[in-house]
């Protein structure tokens, strides 16, 4: 089957480029002839305040792309969909409704001589505007089906247009360089240095299980770093704010990645509860090969979103052979397994959340946690995934 995807591909970056260069990538393993239909320009800057592209790719490049389309260039869009037509199946990468009015030109080249498929990682935004469900219904009410990675974004989907909608969970696409202490773990049978994935630090410990040096101690060696860390892009939504003002007394907390706005506000509530020696603020874009050290001195990664669907950090984290705090929200409640690889707690409560934390540094429950953590398999996620988006 000849198939185009219309997405980001390389240099743009983040997980909606990860995502389509493996859908890519798992379509021709399968047998398919697939190209990348790319962007010269994919967004207005004001509409995307963060860093667009990078030098290194995230993952290796998928070789078939085409870089043409520009939102800037209306006539590209049209021109795209004339050169699509001879496609068996289109899909469209929606990941946010901006893209729509490029996605109506290529629909308008296209003329319905080709099946078409909105692949929507979020079928409307966290942070919603006016203009997001109406841009949303026209673009649904013309593609020939929809694929939504859970439930409620399913139901999102199909109050926004007649086509068909199948859900299918968002499967694995962390990058090769973030998967490697994962593999380690799996083949050893959750075994790699010291029988928990992590590696061994010395350390004397006290009778309370504290460490000389601060840091509770596991069985095998491992250092509680009495450290968590926020990693990805801050948005509201993904309430760091919460966790700021959770964090129990004698924990540091590490906050690496793209801020979306809110620096400043983030840099002034830390301030203003006296956390600056114990909040560290990494803001910027992490490539790839500075993940494993952000994991490495951490006890555990904390997702407090106050809403979600489809997310990877929560695999993320067990490749790097941490256990995840996470709110019931979208996937992180599924990836999460309560009490064996991390905790999970309900949306919103800084108070809640606080608990939980505390719970978590009890004596020898971060290393039993730890213990529990195994890597994800992708292969069945992605069986399951193609099947659900081709259909010869």
């Not at 190209?35 to 995230?58: C, H, K």
């Not at 086509?163 to 499967?171: H, I, N, S, Y």
């Not at 599924?334 to 959340?353: I, K, M, N, Q």
Request: charged fraction near 20%; include cysteine.
């Amino acid at each position: 089957m000849r198939i185009a995807i219309v997405g980001p591909a390389h240099p743009y970056k983040g997980g909606g480029v990860a995502h389509t260069t493996e859908l890519a990538h798992r379509l021709r393993d399968a047998g398919h002839d697939v190209l990348i239909e790319s962007w010269r320009a994919q967004y207005p800057s004001f509409l995307y305040p963060g860093q667009q592209t990078v030098d290194t790719p995230d993952g290796a490049p998928f070789p078939n792309v085409l870089r043409d389309l520009d939102w800037r260039r209306p006539d590209g869009w049209v021109r795209a969909g004339r050169r699509l037509a001879s496609a068996d199946l289109v899909i469209l990468v929606v990941l946010s409704p901006v893209q729509v009015p490029p996605y109506l030109g290529i629909l308008y080249g296209l003329r319905r001589r080709t099946r078409v498929v909105a692949l929507c990682h979020n079928v409307l935004p966290h942070e919603r505007k006016p203009y997001d469900a109406p841009l949303m219904r026209a673009l649904l009410r013309r593609v020939d089906g929809v694929l939504a990675h859970s439930e409620p974004q399913a139901a999102l989907a199909r109050g926004l247009g007649p086509a068909p909608v199948t859900v299918a969970e968002m499967a694995p696409h962390l990058p090769a360089a973030l998967r490697g202490r994962g593999e380690a773990v799996r083949a050893a049978g959750n075994g790699a240095s010291g029988g928990n994935g992590t590696s061994s630090e010395d350390g004397a410990s006290n009778e309370d299980g504290t460490s000389s040096e601060g840091g509770a101690t596991s069985g095998d060696g491992a250092a509680v770093a009495n450290r968590l860390l926020f990693f990805g892009l801050v948005r509201p939504y993904k309430g760091l704010d919460l966790l700021i003002r959770a964090l129990p007394e004698g924990v540091s907390l590490r906050v690496a990645g793209e801020f979306w706005g809110g620096l400043e506000e983030t840099k002034a509530l830390v301030a203003e509860l006296g956390l600056t020696g114990r909040v560290e603020l990494r803001p910027g874009y992490v490539a790839d090969g500075e993940v494993p050290e952000l994991f490495a001195d951490v006890d555990a990664l904390v997702l407090p979103y106050r809403s979600g669907t489809a997310s990877q950090q929560v695999w993320l984290g067990h490749e790097q052979g941490v256990p995840v705090i996470a709110s019931r929200v979208g996937t992180l409640g599924d990836h999460v397994t309560d009490g064996v690889d991390g905790l999970l707690v309900e949306p919103g409560s800084a108070e809640g959340l606080r608990a939980a934390l505390s719970a978590f540094y009890r004596p020898g429950e971060p290393e039993r946690l730890r213990a529990g953590v195994k890597a994800v398999d992708p292969a069945p996620y992605w069986a399951s995934y193609l099947k659900a988006l081709v259909r010869d």
